[in-house]
Protein backbone atom coordinates (compact mmCIF):
# COMPACT_ATOMS: atom_id res chain seq x y z
CA UNK A 1 0.00 0.00 0.00
CA UNK A 2 1.23 2.84 -0.97
CA UNK A 3 2.15 6.42 1.87
CA UNK A 4 -0.59 8.21 -0.42
CA UNK A 5 -3.07 5.70 0.06
CA UNK A 6 -2.18 5.25 3.82
CA UNK A 7 -2.22 8.91 4.54
CA UNK A 8 -5.86 9.07 2.62
CA UNK A 9 -7.13 6.38 4.45
CA UNK A 10 -6.48 8.21 7.90
CA UNK A 11 -7.64 11.65 7.36
CA UNK A 12 -11.42 11.56 7.54
CA UNK A 13 -10.89 14.93 5.50
CA UNK A 14 -10.31 13.64 2.27
CA UNK A 15 -13.16 11.99 0.36
CA UNK A 16 -12.05 8.77 -0.78
CA UNK A 17 -15.17 6.67 -3.22
CA UNK A 18 -15.61 3.41 -4.59
CA UNK A 19 -17.83 2.94 -7.67
CA UNK A 20 -18.80 -0.39 -9.08
CA UNK A 21 -21.71 -1.09 -11.63
CA UNK A 22 -22.88 -4.42 -11.81
CA UNK A 23 -25.02 -6.41 -14.42
CA UNK A 24 -28.07 -5.62 -16.08
CA UNK A 25 -31.16 -6.57 -14.53
CA UNK A 26 -34.52 -7.32 -16.51
CA UNK A 27 -37.53 -6.34 -15.18
CA UNK A 28 -41.30 -8.16 -15.80
CA UNK A 29 -42.85 -11.44 -15.38
CA UNK A 30 -39.72 -13.69 -15.63
CA UNK A 31 -39.46 -16.50 -13.23
CA UNK A 32 -36.50 -16.37 -11.19
CA UNK A 33 -36.80 -19.64 -10.41
CA UNK A 34 -40.63 -18.99 -10.16
CA UNK A 35 -40.86 -18.17 -6.65
CA UNK A 36 -40.78 -14.34 -5.06
CA UNK A 37 -38.37 -14.02 -1.72
CA UNK A 38 -41.15 -15.18 0.39
CA UNK A 39 -40.93 -18.34 -1.27
CA UNK A 40 -44.49 -18.08 -2.89
CA UNK A 41 -45.20 -19.17 -6.20
CA UNK A 42 -45.58 -16.74 -9.16
CA UNK A 43 -47.22 -16.19 -12.45
CA UNK A 44 -44.62 -16.25 -14.73
CA UNK A 45 -44.09 -16.07 -18.58
CA UNK A 46 -43.05 -19.65 -20.27
CA UNK A 47 -40.04 -18.45 -21.44
CA UNK A 48 -37.63 -15.59 -20.01
CA UNK A 49 -37.29 -14.27 -23.47
CA UNK A 50 -39.52 -11.21 -22.97
CA UNK A 51 -39.52 -8.39 -20.62
CA UNK A 52 -40.92 -4.88 -20.07
CA UNK A 53 -37.13 -2.97 -19.45
CA UNK A 54 -34.03 -3.41 -17.97
CA UNK A 55 -31.98 -1.33 -14.78
CA UNK A 56 -28.20 -0.99 -14.84
CA UNK A 57 -27.37 -0.62 -10.87
CA UNK A 58 -24.52 1.75 -10.52
CA UNK A 59 -23.18 2.27 -6.51
CA UNK A 60 -21.16 4.85 -5.19
CA UNK A 61 -19.85 3.77 -1.75
CA UNK A 62 -17.98 7.00 0.43
CA UNK A 63 -15.09 5.20 1.94
CA UNK A 64 -14.43 7.14 4.90
CA UNK A 65 -17.91 7.93 5.82
CA UNK A 66 -19.24 4.36 5.35
CA UNK A 67 -22.21 5.72 3.10
CA UNK A 68 -23.49 4.43 0.40
CA UNK A 69 -25.82 5.95 -2.94
CA UNK A 70 -27.50 3.39 -4.94
CA UNK A 71 -28.71 4.92 -8.77
CA UNK A 72 -30.93 2.61 -11.11
CA UNK A 73 -30.58 3.69 -15.39
CA UNK A 74 -31.56 2.63 -18.19
CA UNK A 75 -29.40 3.88 -20.86
CA UNK A 76 -27.93 1.45 -23.60
CA UNK A 77 -24.57 3.64 -23.04
CA UNK A 78 -23.32 2.35 -19.29
CA UNK A 79 -20.29 4.88 -20.09
CA UNK A 80 -22.73 7.73 -20.52
CA UNK A 81 -25.02 6.62 -17.51
CA UNK A 82 -21.92 6.75 -14.81
CA UNK A 83 -21.22 9.67 -15.87
CA UNK A 84 -24.70 11.02 -15.22
CA UNK A 85 -24.78 9.26 -12.17
CA UNK A 86 -21.99 10.26 -10.80
CA UNK A 87 -22.76 14.11 -11.47
CA UNK A 88 -25.94 13.52 -9.70
CA UNK A 89 -24.07 12.18 -6.46
CA UNK A 90 -22.21 15.10 -6.79
CA UNK A 91 -25.59 17.36 -6.61
CA UNK A 92 -26.95 15.33 -4.01
CA UNK A 93 -24.02 15.35 -2.05
CA UNK A 94 -23.70 18.97 -2.05
CA UNK A 95 -27.91 19.53 -1.28
CA UNK A 96 -27.42 16.92 1.67
CA UNK A 97 -24.02 19.04 2.92
CA UNK A 98 -25.79 22.29 2.39
CA UNK A 99 -29.27 20.97 4.37
CA UNK A 100 -26.43 19.51 7.38
CA UNK A 101 -26.44 22.14 10.40
CA UNK A 102 -23.09 22.47 12.68
Given amino acids: MSNRHIEAKQDKGILRISID???VVKIGELSRGE???LQTPLQTC???QHW???LIPFGIHE???DHVSLYFG???STAHFIV????????DRKEHK???TP
Avoid: F, P
Fill in 35 to 37: YNR
Fill in 63 to 65: INH
Fill in 52 to 54: DSI
Fill in 46 to 48: DHD
Fill in 98 to 100: KNI
Fill in 74 to 76: NSS
Fill in 84 to 91: DALEQWYE
Fill in 21 to 23: TKA
